[in-house]
């Protein structure tokens, strides 16, 4: 434990500067004494010395916003609108993002914004230049078009580096290349259509919800499918599996609590806490994923005053002792193995070349036991959760609208039919399938809001046509939300809010998305688009067919989510899916059902 923490540095240096400015002032009362036989009074330059820095701050903004007013108008452009927010420095809006954060539905607040300035705007907290957009023709010059100039930037890499490290998440320029090179041979066609490790995960999945199912209980599919999700990727990427899914699922909070051993795992009789908890590796491994996330996630969220949050302790420090202490020694081991094997001059075959994880195939290219470490945390951070909370979408949607469930086995049982187990050309001619997917990621992606650094001043063009283009100034944060973007009425037509896949099939599918394609990203676009993507339709698709082959109707039980899970009766007097859907999305680096999504299911005959 370091008494260094995160909250004792930013103490440290923001103290500092009253210090050198005391310091400065006195030299310069010195100076005029000695100098210039000035001899002001002492209460003189303590209102100096009081009032200057309001002064400076004042005048250096003023004098930035002149400029910025300046260079705009040079380049024919405008600065973006402002949001006139009540608060003093705007921090109405961090209050306003806050409380969405603990009782909100994503984007609360912004949509409000949206209507009445515009999908572009300076959010202006704290006169930060904060260039707030959904328009798709700027999210395309960030991620694709003008993708040089920008960056994550180092004030996020800080943020997140006690999580993250220098992963291909968390790293730009020259180092980002690096780890998107070394990773990327892993995710070649050859690689992600092995689906035996799917199917046996699936296997054991499938046969805890019958269990369960069968002794009358309800099932937190979110949490069943993020161990079918973390068993997958520890097993591809570092070729040892958590087993989370022998550690015995949760009961409803409402069930007695008189459930000791749990009957219905493949190790029967794992130990329960009375209240249906399992003490397992697996369990803190997923708790210290979450916790890890979410201590990251907190930081984003509370800006510049986070480090106020961690003056007694380093939030990640707890969750990254239980990662790393699985992890490092598996590295570590390959590491060892590796540098045996080159010294023996041993060959892999081809038939093992097949199998290799990515840890195999990275220990080839490096033996930093820390690079490792860190590329394969962030590939696993950027694949488990991400899979799970949209599989778990796609299961809400399913139990809410039987027509589509009752589609999609139609269109399984014609590719595959009743038990054949799905190949990858199976898969790919699922069109329905590809559609009900899409349109679960279109109304839900799980990275709502994205944010990167401008590093040059450039201009982007005015959403309205008659209108100057928008000068984004250098150094600006640009946040953006494909969440808000994907159920605009202007780009996706009157019924952005309903849930229809056919819009990814029939005439609208020309009519939007064709001439736009940047109205759709939830995999974001261009250089650093999702390295996954390919691998998360493969995986989702396999256990959905998986699933709907051995059951034929989901029901949603919203009332078992524990109570503060619960969606405010309020919400049902709102228009779209704020009003329409029951379950209570939650946000930390990605969004996820607060409170699981507990269902039951039919098996199939
Ligand atoms: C439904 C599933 C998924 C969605 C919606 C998704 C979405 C995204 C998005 C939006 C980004 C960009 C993040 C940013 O700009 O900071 C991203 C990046 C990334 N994703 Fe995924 N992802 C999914 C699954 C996966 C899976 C299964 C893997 C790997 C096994 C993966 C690996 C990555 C990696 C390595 C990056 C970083 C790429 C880079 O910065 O160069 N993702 N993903
Ligand atoms: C930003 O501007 C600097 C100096 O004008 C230039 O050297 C650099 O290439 C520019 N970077 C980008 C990404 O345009
Ligand atoms: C469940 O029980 C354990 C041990 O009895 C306790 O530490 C934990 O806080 C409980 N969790 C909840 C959600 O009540
Ligand atoms: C899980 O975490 C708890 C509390 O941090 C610890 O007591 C226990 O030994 C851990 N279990 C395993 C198997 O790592
Ligand atoms: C990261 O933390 C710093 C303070 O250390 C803060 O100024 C900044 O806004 C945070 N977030 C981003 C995206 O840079
Ligand atoms: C789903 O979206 C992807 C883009 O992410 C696209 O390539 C694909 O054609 C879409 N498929 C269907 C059936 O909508
Ligand atoms: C666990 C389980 O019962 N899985 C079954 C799901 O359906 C397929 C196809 O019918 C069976 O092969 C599995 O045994």
Same mark, same amino acid.
């Given at each position: 434990m370091t008494i260094f923490t995160p909250g004792v540095v930013a103490i440290t240096r923001t103290l500092a500067l009253p210090g050198i400015f005391a310091v400065g002032t006195v030299a310069v009362r010195r100076f005029l004494e000695k100098y210039g036989g000035l001899v002001l009074p002492t209460w003189l330059f303590a209102t100096i010395y009081v009032l200057s820095p309001p002064v400076l701050i004042t005048c250096r903004i003023l004098v930035r916003d002149w400029r910025q007013r300046r260079d705009a108008a040079a380049l024919g452009a405008r600065i973006a609108p402002r949001v006139k927010g009540k608060w003093f420095a705007n921090l109405g809006l961090l209050k306003m993002m806050m409380n969405n954060y603990y009782r909100g539905y994503p984007a609360d607040g912004l949509f409000n914004i949206m209507e009445h300035q515009g999908p572009v705007f300076n959010?202006?907290?704290?006169?930060?230049n904060m260039v707030f957009t959904c328009q798709p023709e700027h999210i395309q010059l960030i991620l694709a078009t003008d993708f040089g100039n920008y960056v994550k930037g180092e004030r996020f890499q800080r943020n997140m580096s006690s999580v993250l490290g220098s992963g291909v998440f968390n790293s730009d320029g020259d180092m980002w290349k690096f780890h998107r090179s070394m990773t990327r041979p892993f995710f070649s066609r050859d690689k992600i259509i092995h689906f035996d490790m799917f199917d046996r995960h699936a296997d054991s999945a499938i046969s805890l919800m019958k269990a369960r199912f069968r002794a009358g209980y309800a099932v937190d599919f979110q949490d069943l499918i993020g161990r079918f999700t973390l068993d997958s990727a520890t097993e591809f990427?570092?070729? =040892?599996?958590?087993? =989370?899914?022998?550690?015995g699922l949760p009961y409803p909070h409402n069930v007695a609590p008189n459930v000791v051993f749990d009957s219905s795992t493949s190790n029967a009789g794992t130990l329960l806490s009375p209240n249906g908890t399992a003490f397992s590796l697996a369990r803190n491994f997923s708790n210290a994923l979450l916790d890890a996330q979410e201590a990251v996630s907190a930081r984003e969220r509370f800006s510049m005053i986070w480090p106020m949050l961690e003056i007694h302790k380093d939030k990640t420090e707890k969750p990254m002792k239980v990662l790393n202490g699985f992890i490092q020694p598996i590295v570590n081991e390959a590491v060892a193995k590796m540098r045996s094997q080159k010294e023996c001059g041993e060959m892999k075959g081809p038939d093992e070349e097949e199998k290799e994880t990515l840890l195999d195939q990275l220990v080839k290219q490096t033996d930093d036991p820390v690079v490792l470490k860190d590329e394969t945390l962030n590939i696993l951070i950027a694949g488990r959760d991400t899979t799970a909370a949209t599989l778990t979408f796609v299961v809400y949607f399913l139990s809410m609208y039987p027509d589509t469930m009752d589609r999609l086995r139609e269109e399984i049982f014609e590719k595959v039919g009743p038990s054949k187990r799905p190949t990858y050309d199976d898969i790919r001619d699922m069109k329905f399938l590809r559609a009900v997917i899409n349109e679960t990621l279109r109304l839900?992606?799980?990275?709502?809001f994205n944010i990167r650094e401008c590093t040059n001043a450039t201009t982007w063009p005015s959403p309205d046509p008659t209108q100057p283009p928008i000068y984004i100034p250098a150094g600006a944060i640009v946040p953006w939300s494909v969440f808000m973007m994907h159920r605009r009425k202007d780009l996706w037509g009157p019924d952005a809010e309903v849930f229809d896949p056919d819009r990814f099939l029939d005439d609208r599918l020309k009519t939007y998305l064709v001439p736009r394609p940047f109205i759709f990203l939830p995999f974001n676009a261009g250089a650093r688009i999702c390295l996954g993507q390919q691998f998360a339709y493969n995986e989702m698709s396999f256990i959905l067919v998986r699933l709907i082959q051995n059951f034929t109707s989901f029901t949603h039980?919203?009332?078992? =989510?524990?109570p503060e899970f619960q969606v405010p009766p309020e919400w049902k007097s709102f228009p779209g899916r704020k009003g329409i859907d029951k379950f209570f999305p939650k946000m930390t680096l990605t969004m996820y059902s607060g409170g699981g999504l507990w269902i039951k299911a039919q098996e199939a005959e």
């Open positions: 959010m202006n907290i704290l006169w930060q990427l570092l070729g =040892s599996c958590v087993n =989370s899914l022998t550690a839900y992606p799980v990275v709502p039980f919203p009332e078992l =989510s524990p």
